[in-house]
Structure formats: C-alpha cells, structure tokens
C-alpha cells in the first residue's frame, strides 16, 4: 500500500513539474505560438490545439502521469475495481491531450484581452515616436517603459535581440507570428530594411487595432445577455412557483379535499 501511495504520489508531483512552465519558453509560446501547417489533415489540427497552446509532447506526459496517478489512487481506494481500473488509463491520457490543447486558462483569456486593449495605443506611440526620428530600437523601449502588462512582454524580447547583436529586422520578423503585433512587426522590419517611412503604415495598424478591439468589447457586451439567462432562470423560475403555481395547486388540494 505504502508503495502504492508513493509511486502515486511521485506521478502526481511528475504531472506538476510539467505543468510549470518555464518563462523563457512561455515567453518563446508567446511570441511564436506554434501552428500546423495549412492544409493539414484535421486529426493533426485536433492534436495541435489552440495556438500557444503547450507541445503534444508536453501534454502527453502530463496526461499520463496525471492519469496513472489517479487510477492507482483510484485502485486503492476501491479494490474491488481490481485491474479494470486501468482500462481507463489511455482515454484518461487522451482526454487530457485534448483538453490541455483546447482548454484556455483564465490567465491566457485575460492577458489575451488586455492585448487587444492596449495594442492600439501601443502602435499609435510607436508612430509617434517614429515621426519625431526616434530610431526603431529607441521607439521600442519607450514602449517597454510605457506599459507594464504583455504588451511590454512581449516587445522585450525584440528589445534584447538587438541588444545581443541581431539587427533590427530580424528582430522584428521574431513577432511576427504575434496575434496582435504580428503585422505591423512584419512592416516594421520591412520598412527598416528598406528605410522607408512607416509613420502612416503604423496609423493604419492602429486604426485597425481599434476596430478590433471595439469588435471585441461589442462581442463581449453582447454575451453578457445570454450569460445572465441561466442566474435569472435559476432565481425567477423557483420564485413564479413558489409563489404563483405552489399556493394556486395546495388552494385546490385543500379545496378538493375539506
């Protein structure tokens, strides 16, 4: 039994330490989230998950220790389960695969949100800055200094390659599989290359950063509508029968039978 409770327990602290991820790949995920290539059969888009999602490798091992870590914790507990406990064990692990690729954590939503906020004003200074003859690096760290959130984050690493001698377009291509940032990255580094002027092209990201993010808070007002349909039915449906249905039903029992 003793055995039993340790090898559980080294899988399930297994399943934790590969939960952890550290903050360079996380920032790497980030930057460059990994997608399957187009055309791809769909059983490898399944697989593959939403983009940043952690490799299949990753979750892989993760389902699996987590699921031998539960069905011999399951097996101990319940005995008389004998050894079909672990026929669940491979749709435990695959069940996870799949839930871990898809599933979003609160955490990504909200910095997924708050990029969409603040990506428009963080292009808009770019611009700014830009039109003043501040060089691209430069531009860069005025935006590194002026937000606190992932959009500093995530132009870190740009900031850093061009310290550590890459130059300023390869740099820049870096972002741009970036959800928000990516296409004004890609003109970035384009227009660095070819020392063309990007203030307006940057204006343009910028407008089109807003339209998004004003589509996105019209999505989200419109959600709220149908969020708030199950709290209401939840607290008017018990109270309409408490009171209007339960009295009308015992008034006629009571009627019915003096």
């Not at 996380?26 to 769909?42: I, K, M, N, Q, Y």
């Not at 808009?124 to 959009?151: K, S, Y």
Request: positive net charge; proline residues 8%; glycine residues 10%.
């Amino acid at each position: 039994m003793n055995g039993r409770v340790l090898l559980a327990a080294g899988l399930a602290a297994l399943a934790v330490l590969l939960a952890v991820r550290d903050p360079a790949a996380r920032l790497r995920l980030l930057v460059r989230p990994r997608r399957p290539p187009r055309g791809s059969p769909a059983v490898v888009r399944l697989m593959a998950g939403r983009p940043g999602a952690p490799s299949l490798g990753r979750r892989f091992w993760l389902s699996l220790a987590a699921g031998g870590a539960s069905c011999w914790a399951l097996s101990d507990s319940v005995p008389h389960l004998g050894s079909w406990v672990w026929v669940g064990w491979p749709l435990v692990t695959a069940g996870g695969v799949l839930a871990l690729g898809w599933l979003e954590p609160l955490a990504a939503r909200r910095r997924q949100q708050r990029l969409v906020l603040e990506v428009p004003q963080a292009l808009e200074l770019m611009a700014a800055c830009l039109a003043v003859g501040t060089p691209p690096r430069a531009a860069c760290g005025a935006l590194i200094g002026a937000f606190d959130g992932p959009v500093a984050e995530d132009l870190q690493p740009v900031l850093l390659a061009v310290e550590l001698g890459s130059t300023d377009t390869e740099a820049w291509t870096a972002l741009a599989g970036h959800p928000q940032l990516g296409p004004a990255a890609v003109d970035l580094a384009r227009s660095v290359e070819s020392g063309t002027q990007m203030v307006e092209a940057l204006r343009t990201h910028a407008r089109v950063a807003r339209e998004h993010r004003r589509s996105a808070l019209q999505q989200v007002a419109r959600g709220v509508g149908v969020r708030s349909v199950l709290p209401l039915m939840l607290c008017f449906v018990p109270a309409f029968l408490l009171l209007g249905v339960v009295p009308t039903v015992v008034s006629a029992v009571v009627q019915a039978f003096p």
